[in-house]
């Protein structure tokens, strides 16, 4: 056989379920344009995954890669759904803003401790 395929089914069907679950996380908690946004932030991790099967030494780095792309994504709609949710703000609006440049570290400890 001269050619052989760059990924296997298992990856291929890893990497759609990956996007999919994605995209339902996004659409719940951010606005459709910062959505889309954040899922097009997937498809080069997404794409050097799939790839990682026909070059075995990418497989670790482009795990890796894929993991933190989607922990990045994971952690910035869970924040801005947080800020949209509870106190019905964007997170670059003056009032998150301030209150960031306004809070040093005891502050921030006794938030956390209070939760």
């Known amino acids: 056989m001269m ?3 760059f990924c296997t089914k298992e990856t291929a069907r ?7 679950l994605s995209a339902a996380f996004l659409m719940y908690g951010v606005a459709s344009t910062r959505a889309l946004q954040l899922w097009c932030f997937l498809f080069p991790a ?4 799939l790839l990682s099967d026909y070059w075995r ?3 670790c780095p482009a795990s890796l ?15 801005r ?7 019905q703000s964007d ?6 803003v301030e209150s960031v440049a306004n809070t040093h570290t005891s502050e921030s400890l006794e938030y956390l401790g209070t939760i």
């Open 46 to 49: 997404s794409i050097l995954f």
């Open 3 to 5: 050619f052989r395929s």
């Open 57 to 59: 030494q990418l497989r």
């Open 65 to 79: 890669f894929l993991g933190l792309s989607c922990a990045l994504s994971a952690i910035d709609t869970g924040t």
């Open 91 to 96: 997170l670059l609006s003056g009032f998150v």
């Open 14 to 20: 890893a990497v759609i379920v990956i996007l999919l």
């Open 81 to 87: 759904g947080f800020l949209k949710h509870v106190y």
